[in-house]
Each structure stands twice: as structure tokens, then as C-alpha cells.
């Protein structure tokens, strides 16, 4: 999950301004009529952060819970220009197909 | 073995007893017994219809032993059948039970055999897309198919598209893919490989190409893996754990990751499925090095609050936390576990730390938001110290606006006006200009009857928000209760400048009150000519009905003039006039309008419409609710006559309603319990019975607060033993008459059991009733249905004789 600042692109210490700016920018790429999750993300994290006390009120009050896939993203990528080995690729594909097959056919 | 024996016994069977026995079978489903008969038959005698029954009967047995999983056999059953029926088209189960027998060798056999139009089933497509897919590892199953057979022939240039792309050659891939076919068997692979050429550069396409393979293609799995690598979420913890390990090894390969990495990712995925916080954070703190120092800062922080234990293992890799940090991780770990008052001892070490860094702004605040927090978290049962908290709060942030509106809420919460206002003024003074502030202050100087100052802030709201239309409201409600106030110590100037004021807030003139207060005003100016004029027009304004004239009464009353002064105008209904319900409803509301404003002459004002309401509670036409809202509603403005004509109507269209029986005895009162007659007791103890039953709650509990009026005005509730007078009555047990504490516990037990076992009582309510002095109501209500199952119980009867002998006898029992 990331931290409201994150998820607003602003900075830990951004005054109350800025942050109904950098709002309103996200508003406008996700308006609710096209993406109405992504608008609700934003507005929550606003509310989180909106003014000084709230946003005081999150860092002592707010607990999330640890985040596994941020820390997994965070695993260095040393080399991702190779690409997969046709056999991986293929191992990849055929992988449990009859048994998805299977699951998908009709019973008799 | 049993095979054998019956093929054994069929052979000695007539032909005659044989065809009985298949008969027999089949009709018993007993297909496997059919079959060893039939085939006999036919080694006797070749016939069709034999032939015809043993076909059916193998395709029968093919079904029941796929139904029990054994897929092989039912393959070999049904091919038995196939044998009878040559040219037969392959049915779509027999290729679904070769899918699950594991013969795909054989599956593609058959699908290579298969006419093109029995393979355009959506089935019939996945088995020739998996065939395809299968046959890019397993170079056999080609040459189950023809020659001439798409998948045969364009697998080609899927292998060299793929080796292609392995190995970098874009150009190549691209152009291989070109010349794979839109309804090729592997479209929905080349849009994957396609995806997987661009993801890296052009992340939309690739999504865009990944949208296009079908729904129900057997590519979906690895498409779902690359569509969430491609959105940089294929490390999400459900997603990338949840793959199997050679789409896992694929993604591995997508982000490049070695050795050190896929350990890394393993070592994770382990201690994050652990039970304990523990592994992780171990793993986490190991690993911070590749994952980055202030990342696995933040994340172990995060999981301390869960697993509090670990704060030295922290400490131990990223320095010591602060007090007030560590004060902090126990208060969230607390509050997560539900032990609020553990938590608030927290967040008090917390405040105390704060307390010795130096002063400064963030402090205050910082000091202000734990106690508001400590204020509003559950588990303080003592109102007063989240009050205390509050406005302790304030001393270090004075302008945190929420925390006066919580005050204010809870003086509400408790009943208690002066707090109420006490910080609805410290509010207004604070935010003098808040629209919130205005209009809660506005509402509260309105329930105070403070006209002036109601005025004043729904003017000064008026100002910030012309069009607010509360606001505006409460103006002219203010103005036109300062002119009725004026108009009764008979100021008639200051009653003109209200209602100059009012007119020019509502121009349209159209509330009537304002020209019943106007007309009033002419009337004690002498002007009886305009008054007239005025009370008419108001008068019409109201509907000229019921209500009208009941407005007009109370203005009159209210104006401190007679009813009689003005008798020409009140009271001109017709004598045949009704009221119909919607006019009934509205009349109840202009009532409470004036309850509401606190008011007190509406017995007084309605007297004169008595004759119309009896008639119309006659023949309008109501429902049971109605009458019971209009009971309501009559009875909060304490018109007992109306009350009961009301109720006796309503219970003469809904006879034995709880709700109406209730109104009608209380109208019998007249509201006071204490005028309750022995007979109209039991009929609303019947009342009560009757609502519980219908779980009428609203009934219930009005009843059950009358008879408690009527328990306290009796001072105690059990029938008299004797005069009473002069027994003691034991401290501690206000529930226990004089009477009865006088006659020993041996028999006061037994009395009290009788009345427990009657009323219903369990054991544990007796106690409870006992130890805390409550009411004896619910011994009134006495049925013998329970009385059997409460036997004498030494629990109770050691409590009931701990309590009486505790309480030593003082001062003289209440007389009744």
C-alpha cells in the first residue's frame, strides 16, 4: 500500500496547499466517471492528509498494515534486459493445461 | 474374480433366462451384469437388437465409472460402444475423459481425426489450443495429427517466433507473428508473445494485446501473470505467490532476477505466510541491505505495532526508538487488540513524554490530538474524564474546532444544557463567522427562546450564505416570537417593527401567523375593521379548516386576549364540518409546532374544535397507526379528552390494540399514574402482554414507563399486608416494602419466589433484582404457566437471607 503522500506525489511535509493541488491534479487524471476506485483512493488519502491536524492525526493514530509486495518491488533487478529461455516460456505455458482443460470442459 | 463367476454363470444360462436377467439388470442399472449376459447372448446368436443393447449398455457403465473418477476405463467402455456404431462422431465427453485418463497422445489423435466443423465448439477449440500449446514440448503429438492440420502447419513459425524472442531477435519475432492467422489455434499465444516483445517499451500495447486473448483461452493464467508484471504488480503477495513455479520462474526471468533474488523472494514469501510476525521481521532486518535501509525501516516499523516483542530487534538494526515511539507502538498494539485501557496508559506515557521536551508548537498540537484521541476511544465508561480530556486539549490547541463541537455533543449525550451552551458560547466566540457555529448557536438560543439572539446569528449566516435557507427560516420564526412576546405585554409598536421585518423576509406573505399577530395587533389598536381584515386573509391563508381555526385560537391565547373577544371569527366551522386524515395529520403537526415553541393553551385553543375532532375520528377514514399518532400526538399536548375519543374510535375499528388501550387509560388518568385504577391496571398489564407478544417495543415500553410512574407513586409495589405502618424498611432494598421485610426472611423468601416463579423471573434475575433494589413491577403481572419451573433454590435463598440480615432495620416503612 502506499502512503497517501505517495499516492498523492506530494512530500511528507507539504504544506496544506500543496496538497489540495497535487488532489486536484489526480482528480483530473482519474475523474470518477472513468475510474471510480482509483478516484476513491485519492480522495481517501486527501482526507487523510488534507490539513496539518489530519495530517498529524495519521503519523501518530494511523497503522498499515506491513506492506509484502512494496518491500517484493524493491528487489533489485539486476539484469532485465535477458529474457526468458523459449523453454521457460513454454515450461510456462503448458504448465497444469490439461488440468485448466479439464476444469474448463463440461463434466459428462 | 466376480467377472469370471458370472461370465461363468451366464454360460450356463438358457437363452430365455439370459434375456431376463439383461432385462433385469439394465432395469436395476446394474450395466456391468448386462454386459457379461449380453455378450454371451450374442456368442449364442448374433443379433441387432443385443448388439444395440450391449452398445447402450457399455455407454451406460462408461458414465457410471467416470462418475467414480476412473477415467481410463470409461474411456475403454466407451470406445467399446464406438465399435458398435461406426463413423460415430466422437463425443465431446469421450475427448474430456481422455483430458482427464492423461492420454493426450490419444486426444489429439482423436481431435486429428475430427471433421474442422466438430471442433468449432468452444470445447472442441480449447482441446486444439491446448493440443497446440502441448505439442510446442511434446513433439509426438504432432504426428498424431495430419499433415495438413493448422496446428501442424503453423508451428513452425511459433517456435522460431518464441526462439526469437528469447533471444532478443525482436525483428524476427515480429515479423513470425505477422504470419500467424487470426483464427489460427494459436492466436491467443502470438498475442501473449506479441505483449511480452512490447511490454518492456510500450507498456499499453502490451496490455492491449494481452485484453485480446479470448476470455476462455487456456493462455489466460500466464496472460493474467504478465498483464500484473506489466503493471509492476506481479510482486503483489496474492499475485506472485499463488503462480505455479514455472510461471513464477517465468517472472523470475521477466525481472531478471538471479540467484540472490529468487532467494530473497522465497525467503520473504516464506515468512510472510508464517504465523507470527516474527520470521518476517527476522528475514526483513536480514535483508535490508538489498531492500534498502529506509524501506525495511518503515516496513518493521509497521509490523511492531503488531508484534510489539520486536522493538529490541529492531533497536538492534536501525538504533534505539524514542520513548515516546515505543509508548506509541504499545498504545496501536493495544488499541488493535481491543484493550482500550492498556492503550490509554500508553498514550498517557506518551503525553508524559511529551511533557519534558521542550515547548513548542508541534508539541502542543501533538499533545492535543492523543488527548482528543484518548477522549473519543471506547471503554470509559465515566463521561466526565473524556470532557476533562477535551478541554484540556484545547489548552494546547485552542482552534481545533471538532473538539468544541464534541463537547458540545456530548453535553447533549448527557443531558446536560449548561454544558451544552457553555461551549456553544466559547464556539461562537471562537468562530464568530463559522457557518456550522452560527447555525448550531442558532438553534440552541431558538430552543431557549432568546429571539434576539437568534436573529442576530441567523443574520449574520444570512450574511456569509444569503441563501440559506435555515437560516432564513429561524429569522422569521425569531421575528415573529419576539412580535407574539410584544404583542402580549402589548408593545403593539415593537410588534409592527418585527412585522415589518418579517414582511420583508417573506414579501409573499406566505406563513399565516405573521397576519394573525398583524390582525391581532389592529384589534388592540381598536382597529376592528383592519383586524377583520387581516384575520380573514390569515385565516384563508391557513386553509381556512381546522387548522386555521386552531391557529387562530392559539394566537389569540397566546396573545393574552380571550377567546370570546374574538368569538365572531373563531370557531366558524360548520357544524357538519369533518376533517378528513391529511387535515387530522396536519392539525397534529401545527400542534406540536406550538408544543414545540412551548406553548401551553392548546387544551384551551382546541377546546372549541372538540365536537368536529369526535366526529371526524368517527367516520374519516384512519388506520390503526393513524390513531395511535393522533393518541400520541394529543396526549404529548396533554388533551386527555381528545385523547380518549381518539382511542375509544380507533379501538372500536381495531378492537384489543395495545397502543390504543394504552391512550385510552391514560386519557382515563388524565396522564397521571398515580389515578390508575385497579382495573384499568390489569387491562394494561393485558396490553402489555399483548404488545410483548407482538414484539410491539414502542407499546411496551410506554406502558411499561407508565406502570413504573405508577410503582414509584405507590412507593412500593407489592400487594398490603396489613397497615403496614411502622415496619422497617431495609436500607439497601428499596424494592422490599416495609410490609413485606416485616414478616421474616423464611417467608418473605417464599413470597418473593412465588411472585419470581409467577412473573417468569430466571434465578439470576432474582438476584439481580434483589442485590439492586429494583422495581417490584414485574411481580405484578403474575401467570401460572411458569410457575412449576422455578423450584427453591439455595443460591437465591443465600443471597435474599445475606442481604436481609446485612440491612439492619432503620427507620419507619412508607405508608402507602
Redesign the interface.
Known sequence: MQTPFELLEVAEDATNEAIKKAYLRKVREYPPERDAVAFQRIRTAFEYIETDRRRLDYRLFHHEPPDVSALLRRIPRPDVSRRPEARALIGAMTEGLIAKLINSAVRP | MKATLSTLKSMFKAIPELEAAVREDLKHKRYKDAIVSLKELLKREPRRDWEEALADAYLQRA?QV??KGMYQE?VLLWENHAKFHPGIVVS??Y???L??A?Q?VKMTQVLGKLPEAATRTA?GQ??IE?VA??A??NDSLLGQLPQEHAVVRQQPLV?QA??A????RDAEAKTCLQQIPSRSPYRN?RA?LKA?LVQ?ADPVSARAALDRIEA?S??Q??AQ?VRDYVA??I???GG?FAL????Q??IH??????KV?IS??RD?QKA?VAKT?KP?LDT?LRVRA???EE??RR??L??L??YPDGISLFERSFGKLTAFETH?IHA?HAE?AGAFRQARRFWSQCLTEIKQRPKGQQES??QA??MR?IAVMPGESDMKVNIDLLVGSLDF?PD?KATYLALIDLGEKLDEPKLVQTWLDKLIKRYPLDPEALLMAMRAANRRKVFKKVAGYAKTLLKIDPINSQARRFLLEAHLGHARKQLKIRRIDLVHRELAEIRALDPQQRNPAPLFVEGLAAYLEGQHGLADKFLLKALALAGGGAVAQFQFAMEILVAGLKLSDLSRLVSNLDNHYIADQPELMALVKMIGQYREAGQSSLASALKGLSPMLKKSFKQAVLSQEDYFGLCQNFADAALYDVVAECAKQGLRCSPSTPGLIYFEVLAKCRGDASKLKSRDESQLRFALNAAKRAGNHRVDVLIINFLNKFEESRSFGFPDFGDGDGFPLPRGMPGIPPELAALGPEKLFEFLMSAAEIEGMSRRELIGFLSEGQSSLRFQSMSEAQLQRLAMDKKIEEVFRGLLSSHESGGKGRKR
Request: hydrophobic share 50%; glycine share 10%.
Open positions: 458414465g467416470a462418475g470409461a465431446e465427453t475427448l474430456d475423459w483430458a482427464r492423461g493426450p470445447i480449447r482441446m491446448a500449446i502441448l510446442l514440448e517456435r518464441i526462439a524472442y528469447s533471444t532478443g499465444l501473449l511480452l518492456a476462455s487456456l493462455c493464467g500466464v501473470a509492476s504488480d510482486t503483489a503477495i506472485y505455479p513455479p514455472k510461471q520462474t517465468l526471468a521477466l525481472n531478471g532476477y538471479g533474488q530473497l523472494l520473504i510472510a510476525s518476517l526483513v538489498e531492500l534498502g524501506i525495511c516496513f518493521c509497521a509490523i505495532v503488531s506509541r496501536l488493535q498540537l501533538t490530538a492523543i484521541h490547541d481545533d
